[in-house]
């Protein structure tokens, strides 16, 4: 019984960590490419226009940035869960 609450535990942190994580790649990828280009557009990051640039680049690096975190916050979760192989 105490190792199926653990078990539950263990995968609703991940499912909050996948849900942020990808609530943050939408935000980036739809809401800062599509949705607010033209907000964006009024500023530029290395001489492109900044909505322009998360359309094209910046959406890919953030995708990136969240997979190396979602690795890193699962090794977390994997030792305080005691699930570290270790």
């Given at each position: 019984?105490?190792?199926?609450?653990?078990?539950?535990?263990?995968?609703?942190?991940?499912?909050?960590?996948?849900?942020?994580?990808?609530s943050?790649?939408?935000?980036?990828?739809?809401?800062?490419?599509?949705?607010?280009?033209?907000?964006?557009n009024?500023?530029?990051?290395?001489?492109?226009?900044?909505?322009?640039?998360?359309?094209?680049?910046?959406?890919?690096?953030?995708?990136?940035?969240?997979?190396?975190?979602?690795?890193?916050?699962?090794?977390r979760?994997?030792?305080?869960?005691n699930?570290?192989?270790?």
């Amino acid at each position: 019984m105490k190792e199926n609450e653990g078990h539950k535990r263990y995968w609703k942190t991940n499912l909050r960590y996948l849900t942020i994580l990808l609530s943050i790649w939408f935000l980036v990828s739809f809401g800062f490419g599509i949705l607010w280009v033209e907000e964006l557009n009024a500023f530029r990051l290395g001489g492109f226009k900044l909505g322009f640039w998360f359309a094209q680049q910046g959406s890919i690096y953030v995708f990136v940035l969240l997979i190396f975190t979602y690795v890193w916050l699962m090794n977390r979760l994997d030792k305080t869960s005691n699930l570290d192989e270790n």
